[in-house]
C-alpha cells in the first residue's frame, strides 16, 4: 500500500477522494483502495470524486470501478480539466456525473502497450491476446451503454471515432449528468 499525502488526507477528511493520475495505473488503484477504506472508517458517508487523468490500464482502472461503484456512500464524479479513456469509465462508478465547462471527455477502443515480438510472431499468442482484448473492451462498451443508455452499437462507433467530447457534447451523449 501506499501512504496517503497531506492533502490526500486534509481532501479525505472533507470527503472528497481524488484521481488525478496522469496515468492509472495499480498504485493509482492502491491510492483509491487506501482512501476508499478510510472512507469506509467514517462511515461511508457521500463523497466527491475529483476526475482529472488521460486514463491508463484497464485491469487497474476497472479494479478502481468495481471498488467505486461497491462504496456503499452516493458518489458524485466531477471532471476538472479532462477525464480520457479508462477515467470516463471511471467516472461511470458515479451516481452523478459533473464535468467543468471546459473539461472534455474522450472514450475509445482499449490499447495495449505491453505486447512483446514473441506474441506478434506467434499467431496462436496473438489470437489470445486480441480474445483477450475484446473481453475488456465488451466490459467497457457495457459499462457505457448501462450508464449513457446508449445501445452497444452507437457506443462501439463512438469508440471508433476516438474524438475528444467537450461538456456539452459530453452531456449530449450521457457520459454526464450536469455541467458546473
Aim: some cysteine.
Amino acid at each position: 500500500m501506499i501512504q496517503l499525502t497531506e492533502l490526500q488526507k486534509g481532501l479525505l477528511e472533507k470527503n472528497i477522494l481524488e484521481i488525478t493520475d496522469e496515468k492509472i495505473n495499480a498504485e493509482t488503484f492502491y491510492h483509491v483502495c487506501e482512501s476508499v477504506f478510510a472512507l469506509i472508517a467514517k462511515g461511508s458517508p457521500d463523497i466527491e470524486i475529483i476526475i482529472t487523468s488521460g486514463g491508463g490500464s484497464v485491469e487497474p482502472g476497472l479494479a478502481i470501478y468495481d471498488l467505486l461503484r461497491l462504496y456503499k456512500g452516493k458518489k458524485t464524479g466531477i471532471v476538472v480539466g479532462y477525464a480520457h479513456s479508462m477515467a470516463a469509465i471511471i467516472l461511470q462508478a458515479c451516481e452523478v456525473r459533473k464535468a467543468c465547462k471546459h473539461a472534455e471527455l474522450l472514450i475509445h477502443n482499449i490499447r495495449r502497450n505491453d505486447v512483446s515480438l514473441d506474441v506478434l510472431r506467434d499467431s496462436e499468442k496473438l489470437s489470445k491476446l486480441r480474445e483477450e482484448m475484446e473481453k475488456d473492451q465488451k466490459k467497457h462498451y457495457e459499462i457505457l451503454s448501462e450508464r449513457t443508455g446508449r445501445s452497444i452499437e452507437e457506443i462501439c462507433r463512438k469508440c471508433e471515432e476516438e474524438i475528444k467530447l467537450d461538456a456539452n457534447e459530453a452531456k449530449e451523449f450521457g457520459l454526464i449528468d450536469e455541467i458546473i
